[in-house]
């Protein structure tokens, strides 16, 4: 199972921009799908979650200006940032709950590498 992200980049202060994160491989069934970011000298942060149903969840940091959505058919999650500041600046992974059907029928975490979002005039 892989996890590729795609979408980030350079962007000015109250930008926006929008992440992508495919999964492929052998999946039978994705859960809880997640955003995390890390800056540098900091620890990773959760920055959204959503669950197979739909449900979503965010810090308090990111309320408001980010929104997460998932093709279950694509096996796709997205993330929408909008009023991006320069604390939003980290490399932002993809996180994802797996029934990977090589590895039996226990759930396994991925993560995806990871993309560069620099948010600076």
């Known amino acids: 199972v892989q996890l590729v992200e795609s979408g980030g980049g350079l962007v000015q202060p109250g930008g926006s921009l929008r992440l992508s994160c495919a999964a492929s491989?052998?999946?039978?069934?994705?859960?809880?799908m997640g955003w995390y970011r890390q800056a540098p000298g900091k620890q990773r942060e959760l920055v959204a979650i959503?669950?197979?149903?739909?449900?979503?969840n965010f810090p308090n940091s990111v309320k408001g200006r980010f929104t997460i959505s998932r093709d279950n058919a694509k096996n796709t999650v997205y993330l929408q940032m909008n009023s991006l500041n320069a604390e939003d600046t980290a490399v932002y992974y993809c996180n994802a709950g797996i029934i990977d059907y090589s590895r039996g029928m226990n759930e396994v975490e991925y993560w995806g590498q990871g993309t560069q979002v620099t948010v600076s005039s």
């Open positions: 959503i669950t197979r149903g739909g449900s979503t």
């Open positions: 491989g052998t999946i039978l069934r994705i859960n809880a």
